[in-house]
């Protein structure tokens, strides 16, 4: 059995078109923002879903049946399996997809890495937003089969970043591995995330702009890396107000 483990129902349709066989998983989480810590994975998503209510109104009960239960799908995968985790370079989809590994741990089965390998180097923020079939079936030819020490190193990442633990996130972004691409400067971007968006916020606003389009569009084009949608950036301007 296939599964791909798409970073949104943005991509849904447009994967479904390019006819690549597999059953899908969406990951609707953002793990880039709120409480990622639990002993447990139950624990972690009851405080996921506690998280999400609070500062963004979602009801923890769909929380559970659209988000954590399809993550949880991960989990004692049939023997034989194929899982391709489509994900994109910053660190929105990154902590994410360090999670699904987390979540795999153990299993024994061939996991790949699909990345949004069409995009040049001043777009690569992009990610597979606006790509076509075409270009999607691109991106999954070009898969990179992830070893041992790879889904390694996606967990130990995990471990690291839900624990808050920039030492050794630091120490993890020095391993070099084409199926960790933008891993420093990811890493560099979370160390800072506490601080810098609101930075750069505060910048843009101190330019004279007002409009949450136009500050939404300055904000991606200079902090692209963290890949924050307009959710999170309103949340934080929000908390300079």
Excluded at 53 to 69: C, S
Excluded at 117 to 130: A, K, M, Q, T
Aim: proline share 3%; charged share 30%.
């Amino acid at each position: 059995m296939i599964y791909h483990v798409l970073p949104g129902d943005s991509l849904v349709d447009e994967f479904r078109k390019t006819k690549i066989s597999g059953d899908v998983i969406v990951c609707r989480e953002c793990m880039v923002v709120g409480d990622v810590s639990g002993d447990t994975v139950n624990e972690l998503f009851d405080r996921r879903a506690n998280f999400l209510l609070v500062a963004y109104g979602t009801d923890e009960i769909e929380y559970h049946e659209k988000v954590a239960d399809e993550l949880l799908r991960l989990i004692d995968l049939p023997t034989g399996t194929e899982v391709h985790l489509w994900f994109e370079y910053e660190l929105f989809c990154q902590a994410n997809y360090w999670f699904c590994l987390y979540l795999l741990a153990g299993a024994e089965f061939e996991v790949y890495r699909v990345e949004p390998s069409v995009r040049l180097p001043h777009e690569i923020w992009n990610g597979f937003g606006g790509l076509d079939a075409k270009a999607l079936k691109s991106c999954y030819r070009d898969r990179k089969r992830l070893s041992a020490d790879d889904r390694k190193l996606g967990i130990d990442l995990w471990i690291a970043y839900s624990a808050g633990d920039y030492n050794r996130l630091r120490e993890l972004s020095k391993i070099e591995s084409p199926c960790f691409p933008q891993l420093s400067e990811v890493v560099e971007a979370e160390i800072e995330k506490s601080v810098r968006p609101a930075e750069i916020l505060r910048e843009i606003r101190g330019s004279g702009v007002k409009d949450f389009a136009e500050i939404f569009v300055q904000f991606t084009e200079r902090a692209g890396v963290y890949g924050f949608g307009d959710t999170q950036v309103a949340a934080i301007l929000d908390q300079l107000s």
